[in-house]
């Protein structure tokens, strides 16, 4: 079946999560009367990770996971100060959220091969389309998110929603994304083609379709 879309995840991907989260944790954590070293920045990674992995599962909603993550922190209040101080980090978050570099030359590689385009997100609509808007890419295709389709990476169901309302079929649109549990497998298992971005080389290094960067994406499509 002829390739006509790739579908792109956008933190990690398109975005650099990862660093823009340093960046805010950096500004933010002694606003609330924390150290930013690395163990906290750490600590902040793997307790955002346990809560969103709850949200994917849909057992708690998505305010309900940051204010679980803040309560990991020690940070007993009820929610509408927990609203509030989560707040004060989206405010750094979304100011150092930025675009990787390889970013622009993947982009127009892709639509000059004719390939439409389009991301499949996990996170809030409003959030993760602010992010597309701030990086320029406001314009790049349809965005699908949880709120949109009912479901998160990793349910398959995500990605055939997407596909479906797009008007595309599975085997013709190739998933891109840096999380191999998330992005590969889970497309994999919808019936999509799909390429593990590992910008850190961390694996797993037996996956075939593996590139370090966006600049190496034109080998497999």
């Given at each position: 079946?002829?390739?006509?879309?790739?579908?792109?995840?956008?933190?990690?991907?398109?975005?650099?999560?990862?660093?823009?989260?340093?960046?805010?944790?950096?500004?933010?954590?002694?606003?609330?009367?924390?150290?930013?070293?690395?163990?906290?920045?750490?600590?902040?990674?793997?307790?955002?990770?346990?809560?969103?992995?709850?949200?994917?599962?849909?057992?708690?909603?998505?305010?309900?996971?940051?204010?679980?993550?803040?309560?990991?922190?020690?940070?007993?209040?009820?929610?509408?100060?927990?609203?509030?101080?989560?707040?004060?980090?989206?405010?750094?978050?979304?100011?150092?959220?930025?675009?990787?570099?390889?970013?622009?030359?993947?982009?127009?590689?892709?639509?000059?091969?004719?390939?439409?385009?389009?991301?499949?997100?996990?996170?809030?609509?409003?959030?993760?389309?602010?992010?597309?808007?701030?990086?320029?890419?406001?314009d790049l295709g349809p965005v699908w998110t949880p709120d949109d389709l009912g479901m998160a990476k990793p349910d398959p169901g995500a990605f055939r929603?997407?596909?479906?309302?797009?008007?595309?079929?599975?085997?013709?649109?190739?998933?891109?994304?840096?999380?191999?549990?998330?992005?590969?497998?889970?497309?994999?298992?919808?019936?999509?083609?799909?390429?593990?971005?590992?910008?850190?080389?961390?694996?797993?290094?037996?996956?075939?379709?593996?590139?370090?960067?966006?600049?190496?994406?034109?080998?497999?499509?």
């Amino acid at each position: 079946m002829t390739l006509t879309g790739v579908l792109f995840d956008l933190d990690g991907t398109l975005g650099d999560h990862d660093s823009s989260v340093t960046t805010a944790l950096t500004a933010w954590l002694p606003t609330i009367g924390m150290v930013a070293d690395q163990e906290t920045i750490a600590r902040w990674h793997q307790v955002a990770e346990t809560h969103l992995a709850a949200w994917r599962r849909r057992e708690i909603d998505y305010s309900e996971q940051r204010r679980r993550r803040l309560r990991d922190f020690g940070l007993a209040y009820g929610k509408e100060a927990l609203d509030r101080i989560f707040a004060g980090y989206l405010v750094e978050y979304e100011k150092a959220y930025h675009a990787y570099d390889d970013v622009p030359e993947a982009l127009e590689m892709v639509a000059g091969k004719g390939l439409r385009i389009a991301v499949l997100t996990n996170g809030s609509a409003t959030q993760q389309r602010g992010k597309l808007a701030r990086m320029g890419l406001a314009d790049l295709g349809p965005v699908w998110t949880p709120d949109d389709l009912g479901m998160a990476k990793p349910d398959p169901g995500a990605f055939r929603g997407a596909v479906a309302r797009w008007g595309l079929r599975t085997g013709e649109v190739l998933s891109l994304g840096d999380r191999h549990d998330l992005d590969v497998l889970a497309a994999r298992e919808a019936g999509l083609r799909a390429v593990h971005l590992d910008r850190l080389g961390i694996g797993p290094v037996g996956e075939p379709h593996r590139i370090g960067s966006l600049r190496e994406l034109a080998d497999h499509l």
